[in-house]
T-cell receptor, first 114, second 109 residues
């Protein structure tokens, strides 16, 4: 059983389109995250979310929005895609507020904007 | 600002030992993590240090000195499968993880 799964794994689209990436975790964790890993391999936090609080990295454009239908899902919606949005997007989860530290990552979704 | 520094790339020989260093400057400290990331795959957890000293886990060990803002990951008896990027991350006072860019480790036969 995959602990954190995200779909699609690959996504190629045109500039200006709107797309979504879905994420589900079956670990019973309280907190989920979206990270962006760019070509330089830096992992940058975009959002963290638990059933109490959504924390948004202020550098993330408002074209990006997380949506959580329930505790086990955190989907990422992106509007008006730009070339610079091309990256690998990782979903992750952890128990509590990362006070234990260990993150469980999904396999990543490689987004290419043409 | 917050900063995590680690070498971009290192090369080592199969069967040898390699040490990957990480220095950090963050707003507060609630622990330091090492993750392994194979090319095209997700990062996976290796270790967590919150107190000074050495934590050993099989062939991998991680060391922390909070006063120096320094950690290292030590890999022994290197195997070809250890070729990967190793990411250092520090949890700051807000329990946010600050990530380094990773060290790409190349293992040669």
């Amino acid at each position: 059983d995959t602990a954190v799964s995200q779909t699609p794994k690959y996504l190629v689209t045109q500039m200006g389109n709107d797309k979504s990436i879905k994420c589900e975790q079956n670990l019973g964790h309280d907190t989920m995250y979206w990270y962006k890993q760019d070509s330089k391999k830096f992992l940058k936090i975009m959002f963290s979310y638990n059933n109490k609080e959504l924390i948004i990295n202020e550098t993330v454009p408002n074209r990006f929005s997380p949506k959580s239908p329930d505790k086990a899902h955190l989907n990422l919606h992106i509007n008006s895609l730009e070339l610079g949005d091309s990256a690998v997007y990782f979903c992750a989860s952890s128990q509590g507020d990362t006070d234990t530290g260990e993150l469980f990552f999904g396999e990543g979704s490689r987004l290419t904007v043409l | 600002g917050q900063n995590i520094d680690q070498p971009t790339e290192m090369t080592a020989t199969e069967g040898a030992i390699v040490q990957i260093n990480c220095t950090y400057q963050t707003s507060g400290f609630n622990g330091l993590f090492w993750y392994q990331q194979h090319a095209g795959e997700a990062p996976t957890f290796l270790s967590y240090n919150v107190l000074d000293g050495l934590e050993e886990k099989g062939r991998f060990s991680s060391f922390l000195s909070r006063s120096k803002g320094y950690s290292y990951l030590l890999l022994k008896e290197l195997q070809m499968k250890d070729s990967a990027s190793y990411l250092c991350a520090v949890m700051d006072s807000n329990y946010q993880l600050i990530w380094g860019a990773g060290t790409k480790l190349i293992i040669k036969p």
